[in-house]
């Protein structure tokens, strides 16, 4: 079955550091740009990160530069966003998004919030932050 898995969500404090992950099963990401987005209940969905499948570049939405960094091992056939100094504002639903693609600047965009926008979705996984 060709699914993408989300893990490491869960509590930290304000100021804290949490890294997440986001798994391929029945697919290689080799092929894919990879995108996470987020979305709290009663707020729109937002973009995160996207990293290429091309050359690794990395994009952040303005909302977490200097704090995220995504990365990919592509022998685990994974994409970690690492989270540092984690803020009220970070609270949310994130998931992880194969772009139909190896780039993040497709004329989708690299943060449509459509699911149809993209070739996989993952079912997402729980950042909460204690303050």
């Known amino acids: 079955q060709e699914q993408l898995v989300e893990s490491g969500g869960g509590l930290v404090q304000a100021g804290g550091s949490l890294r997440l992950s986001c798994a391929a099963s029945?697919?290689?990401?080799?092929?894919?740009?990879i995108s996470w987005l987020r979305q709290d209940p009663g707020k729109e969905r937002e973009g995160v990160s996207c990293?290429?499948?091309?050359?690794?570049?990395?994009n952040y939405a303005d909302s977490v530069k200097g704090r995220f960094t995504i990365s990919r091992d592509n022998a685990k056939n994974t994409v970690y966003p690492q989270m540092e100094n984690l803020t009220p504002a970070d609270p949310a639903v994130y998931y992880c998004?194969?772009?139909?693609?190896?780039?993040?600047?497709?004329?989708?965009?690299?943060?449509?919030?459509?699911?149809?926008?993209?070739?996989?979705w993952g079912q997402g996984t729980q950042v909460t932050v204690s303050s």
């Open positions: 998004s194969a772009h139909f693609g190896v780039s993040c600047s497709s004329h989708r965009g690299a943060y449509s919030p459509s699911t149809r926008d993209y070739a996989y």
């Open positions: 029945g697919f290689s990401l080799d092929y894919y740009a």
């Open positions: 990293i290429s499948s091309a050359d690794d570049t990395p």
